[in-house]
């Protein structure tokens, strides 16, 4: 390549590391469709002057498959995560980036409601997880029976997600802080199986439990999962008014942390429609 080559290439790499940080900063942010032009092209660089392959590369790309994901661009997320995977290729050093491409492709796999392989997608992660170090292995373990938790109801099989939830939240506890807020994310998926099964009552206890878990981020996006699945149960078990406030509460969330056309976004709306229809009737 040459000296001049490489300056051009270390430069490049530079400036592509300060666009990947500003970009993480902004996601889930109101910016965040005006920033995604940005995103692409910072993606599109990277691959013609670092190559598919380069980690950053890769960081850069799988950031923008979540910026496409929380725009409700749910077709175009699967597409990017699942390229990380196959850029990443099988090599050792890359498995994290791989593993965690196809966690995420799972889960977006839920929202586009391709549950069966959703399912499958995650049950390779979990499959696959013994296979990366400490802590990424329980993490990813998590990742995966979370994801076959959220995707087991629409299947029929709730039951079957309840038992995995419970069974991750279990694990979570026992490995303590390396399971971060994860118990958190689990409970709210414990309460959708719950709620699957006509058990609301339940489901509430399950997410007044999974809230003494301390969100560390600020997650909007997980606040509106919580909305949805305590709104469902209070709707349920005809706490209308209830219902209604968690709704519209779990709705300015999720239009917070989503776009227009997400699919959290539309739950909420019609579960908000649902209690102000009870209400009125």
Not at 147 to 171: D, F, K, N, Q
Not at 245 to 265: F, K, N, P, Q
Not at 267 to 280: C, D, K, N, V
């Amino acid at each position: 390549m040459g000296l001049f080559g490489n300056r051009r290439r270390e430069r490049a790499r530079a400036e592509l590391q300060a666009a990947y940080d500003e970009f993480s900063r902004m996601l889930r942010a109101e910016r965040l469709r005006l920033t995604e032009p940005r995103m692409r092209a910072a993606r599109d660089r990277a691959r013609a002057e670092l190559g598919e392959g380069d980690p950053l590369t890769l960081e850069l790309r799988q950031l923008y498959a979540h910026a496409l994901g929380d725009l409700g661009r749910g077709p175009e997320a699967e597409h990017e995560f699942l390229a990380v995977a196959e850029a990443a290729g099988q090599k050792k050093s890359a498995h994290p980036v791989r593993m965690l491409a196809l966690t995420n492709r799972a889960v977006q796999l839920c929202f586009l409601e391709r549950f069966a392989e959703a399912d499958a997608q995650a049950q390779e992660v979990v499959d696959a997880a013994g296979t990366l170090l400490p802590p990424d292995d329980l993490r990813t373990r998590l990742s995966g029976l979370n994801t076959r938790a959220m995707a087991l109801p629409h299947l029929g099989r709730a039951t079957e997600a309840e038992a995995l939830a419970r069974e991750a939240i279990a694990e979570a506890r026992s490995i303590g802080a390396v399971a971060g807020s994860f118990q958190r994310v689990l409970g709210v998926n414990l309460a959708s199986a719950l709620n699957a099964q006509g058990r609301h009552t339940e489901a509430l206890d399950a997410l007044a439990e999974a809230e003494q878990v301390r969100d560390t981020v600020g997650n909007l996006g997980g606040a509106s999962a919580i909305a949805k699945a305590r709104a469902t149960a209070l709707l349920a078990l005809g706490r209308i008014d209830e219902a209604q406030d968690t709704a519209r509460a779990g709705l300015t969330a999720a239009l917070s942390a989503y776009g227009e056309d997400h699919t959290r976004v539309r739950e909420l709306r019609g579960l908000l429609e649902s209690a102000t229809a009870s209400a009125t009737s």
